[in-house]
């Protein structure tokens, strides 16, 4: 068994399904205004963005901060050591010396939000553990093919090709979330996609085009709500619900 803790807190501004990249640069940009009055100190800000602050490389890991839409609102779900990294920010965004910078504007210079009108929901516990019976989840937004595996798609052009390869991503992106969260032991579990919901438009993320998923699958293993696998879910895609 493993134990993974997880915080939400929803903002009081809006955020569309696929804008999550933005409200992370947003939030981005009142951390780097902290940071340059020198009030991040003892902060591991680096977990907002995977991007050491030194070199400005990317850092390889699961992200345990993770800026995404919850009904219409933007929200952060923070993970084990993301979540005192997440609080002691919004400490700061909190204080009156910091009324100018918690003010942000998100896409347009025309639509600024105000960073300290959030509630942060209670702590959660969960513990990764084998199920007696598989449990239904749903995932949203989700973006399981990298560009290898969508082209194989795409000559294929088959059902049954792409639900063999959504079957090996999502056990493939489930591990990779668990291991991500400090579990080092591989679960013998069971997934497998039962039905896809809907096949969205081609989406740019970053420098390439994706094709998000909404599916339900089945798994033997506890998953915590809300939290987020496959590509990118450091910005809102693919966050499982249990159905």
Known sequence: MHTVYTQMTVFNFSLEENDGVHFKKTFSAAIHDLRESGQTEGIDTELFYNRSEETNDTIKRYPLIQFK???????????????????????LLNKEENKHIKNKFLRTKQNYVDLSEYKSFPLEKHTIKLLTIKQQYRVINWLPL??????VFLASGELKVLAELLDECLSRQINTMIAGTGFRYNFPFITYVSS????????????????????????????????GIGQVPGIGFGTVYRT
Request: net charge positive; proline share 5%.
């Open 146 to 151: 990298d560009s290898h595996r969508y082209k």
């Open 69 to 91: 839409p919850v009904k219409g609102k933007a929200a952060l779900l923070a993970i084990n050591e993301g979540i005192n990294a997440v609080n002691e920010i919004l400490a």
């Open 196 to 227: 896809i919901l809907a096949t969205k438009k081609l989406i740019q993320v970053y420098k390439e085009k994706k094709l998000p998923f909404d599916c339900t699958f089945f798994c033997n293993l506890h998953i915590p709500d809300g939290i």
